[in-house]
């Protein structure tokens, strides 16, 4: 089993839709958790990054964390045909010697004008 | 504000010859890591790198090497290719103590042949 699932999609939506994409992870030692997305045949750009639970909002994105059950999503509101790549979620521990992240396998999103 | 830089953006290797790939990391930013990411998966930590000594490692084989410079840029060697090795290799950086927030290079694309 993998440390972090994610569906791989791919997630086809109208313009203007609000988007959900989740991650379960198994690791409990889990205290750092972000969001990147990655454009075909380029590196993932960072768009969240929370630490432990909670919500952070930044524009039409926002990210949840729920620790309890150990499950992650990011929200976009009036999705756009620009938000239309592939989103992963990483997430890493408070262990100062480990500093890796893990990611998902990444949900590919579609955004159809 | 430069990001961070990767070369070449494209290699072709045969099986059993030795690559090196070149990350110069985000202005500012002293701690530059690896991944692997396979075609339609999440990138793969290979290690990461600190003060010019190799901090933490993945599960990767002793074929991968790595080397970081007094200018924190870094190297990434592979050797005795295998077709398995066909991937786009991504350099991060970050700052050491903020290290898990990590940006992204575009990466470099290695076809194995």
């Known amino acids: 089993q993998k440390e972090v699932e994610q569906d791989p999609g791919p997630l086809s939506v109208p313009e203007g839709a609000i988007v959900s994409l989740n991650c379960t992870y198994s690791?409990?030692?889990?205290?750092?958790f972000m969001w990147y997305r990655q454009y075909s045949r380029k590196g993932p750009e960072l768009l969240m990054y929370t630490y432990s639970s909670g919500n952070k909002e930044d524009g039409r994105f926002t990210a949840q964390v729920d620790k309890s059950s150990k499950y992650i999503s990011l929200f976009i509101r009036d999705s756009q045909p620009s938000d239309s790549a592939t989103y992963l979620c990483?997430?890493?521990?408070?262990?100062?010697?480990?500093?890796?992240?893990?990611f998902g396998s990444g949900t590919r999103l579609q955004v159809q004008p | 504000d430069a990001g961070v830089t990767q070369s070449p953006t494209h290699l072709i290797k045969t099986r059993g010859q030795q690559v090196t790939l070149r990350c110069s990391p985000k202005?500012?930013?002293?701690?530059v890591s690896w991944y692997q990411q396979a075609l339609g998966q999440g990138p793969q930590f290979i290690f990461q790198?600190?003060?010019?000594?190799?901090?933490q490692r993945g599960n990767f084989p002793d074929r991968f090497s790595g080397h970081q410079f007094p200018n924190y840029s870094s190297e990434l060697n592979v050797n005795a290719l295998l077709l398995g090795d066909s991937a786009l290799y991504l350099c991060?950086?970050?700052?050491?103590?903020?290290?898990?927030?990590?940006?992204f290079g575009a990466g470099t694309r290695l076809s194995v042949l």
């Open positions: 990483a997430m890493t521990t408070a262990d100062t010697g480990r500093r890796a992240l893990t």
């Open positions: 790198y600190y003060e010019e000594e190799e901090r």
């Open positions: 690791n409990s030692a889990f205290q750092y």
């Open positions: 991060a950086s970050s700052l050491a103590d903020l290290g898990r927030i990590q940006y």
């Open positions: 202005s500012g930013h002293d701690t």
